[in-house]
């Protein structure tokens, strides 16, 4: 048996080619591109022609669609082995949002998307994991709205924590769950539809608590138990 290549493994590991078979998998594997991002750095801009499909590696992406009033709403967070701007992809479009590395280090591969494309066509399996793809980019959306309708603001910051944890946490020893995902509070607010304002005093007050503590490299869940309270409160 043939060992799989550190990329050919990251390929296999996404919802997108999940099913593709090792032949396809190993053609994308040598004609991808790699490139590292430092946090802060766009990947793409909202307008641009989406000509590849874009994998995550290590770190984390956010997705944000900029407004009128000049400001910014994150409207997705992704990490490794999850795939970004799928449906710009399919639909041969522009990105309607940019996507900015989250963390340091944020390694991306870019495949062209004709290879895939024309795959498609005479593949089922691989089609089906690409629409389990979209469903998946499909529930990110719907997990922010859920976090947006989930009521005050503690509420809403309490579903998003429970969210980052299932979604990117990890337990220590002792039961506390580290998130390494560098949110500002600027970032936090965006999130759960809140002021920075608020959001500040908030996360103050559980930092005071116990609840939550936050470095530079993302958050400490220390009690999980009580944000499960806070975000069943109504």
Known sequence: MIALTQTE?????????????APLVAELARVA?????ARGEWIWRAGQPAHHFTVIVSGTVKIVRPQANGGNTIVGLFGARDTVGDMAVFSNGTYPADAVALSEGVEILYIDKAIVLDRLEHDAALAGSCNQALVEHTRALQDKIRILSAGPVERRLATL????CERFGDELEGGALTIPMALSRSDLASLVGSTVETTIRAMSRWQKAGLVSTSDDGFLVHRREELERLAATP
Request: glycine share 0%; no cysteine.
């Open 9 to 21: 493994r990251v390929l296999h590991a996404t919802r997108l080619l999940s099913a593709a078979d």
């Open 33 to 37: 591109t790699r490139r590292h991002f």
């Open 161 to 164: 924590l429970l969210y980052l």
